[in-house]
């Protein structure tokens, strides 16, 4: 038996990859094509149609991804504990050029058992993933810091579209 916490890690790539399909982005989750993690869990790949053929046009958008049951919403805030390591990690790569890179969070519903419901006609995974552009400067807090998500930043198929635009024009990810 897996532990709760994989659990949990499961149930956020399966939202993420249902998300970027509806998108009609190509996905790749670094679990399964990187043979280590080096703090960025996945890849949403721009595809685009270019002489009848679909091909993927080279903008991208990387992520961590985290779960968790306990994050605290209040006044159109998402709460969330971050480890210290993975929130420098995240202003690391916001300052150095690269690929963009965003925190993507599943908030789970506090019992286990209400996390996911399936019958013939439907399969419901309770609760809402959100995104936030991680930027500043590093934190000197050794465990973690508090982050807070507008809860503005649901992550939908037509947000997600929206970001990857706009790494394509070079705009700013806010």
């Known amino acids: 038996m897996i532990t709760t916490q994989h659990v ?19 996905l790749s989750v670094h679990i399964d094509d990187r043979s280590h993690d080096y703090g960025i869990d996945g890849t949403f790949h721009q595809v685009q149609y ?7 046009s080279g903008f991208k958008l990387d992520f961590q991804l985290k779960a968790c049951k306990n ?7 998402i709460k ?9 990690n995240l202003i690391d790569r916001d300052k150095n050029g690269g690929t963009p890179v965003i925190l993507l969070l599943l908030v789970l519903p506090d019992r286990e058992e ?9 399969l419901i995974l309770r609760k809402c993933c959100y995104w936030k552009r991680i ?4 934190t000197k807090n050794s465990t ?17 579209t929206a970001l990857i635009e706009k790494v394509a024009k070079g705009e700013e990810l806010s």
């Open 8 to 26: 949990e890690e499961d149930l956020s790539r399966a939202y993420v990859q249902a998300i970027a399909a509806r998108a009609r982005l190509n």
């Open 50 to 56: 270019v002489r009848n053929r679909r091909k993927e």
């Open 71 to 77: 994050a605290q919403v209040s006044d159109g805030m």
């Open 80 to 88: 969330y504990d971050l480890e210290s390591e993975t929130y420098n």
């Open 114 to 122: 209400d996390w996911l419901e399936f019958t013939e006609d439907e």
């Open 135 to 138: 930027s500043g400067n590093h």
């Open 144 to 160: 973690s810091l508090r982050i807070e998500i507008p809860s503005k930043n649901r992550l939908t198929p037509e947000i997600l």
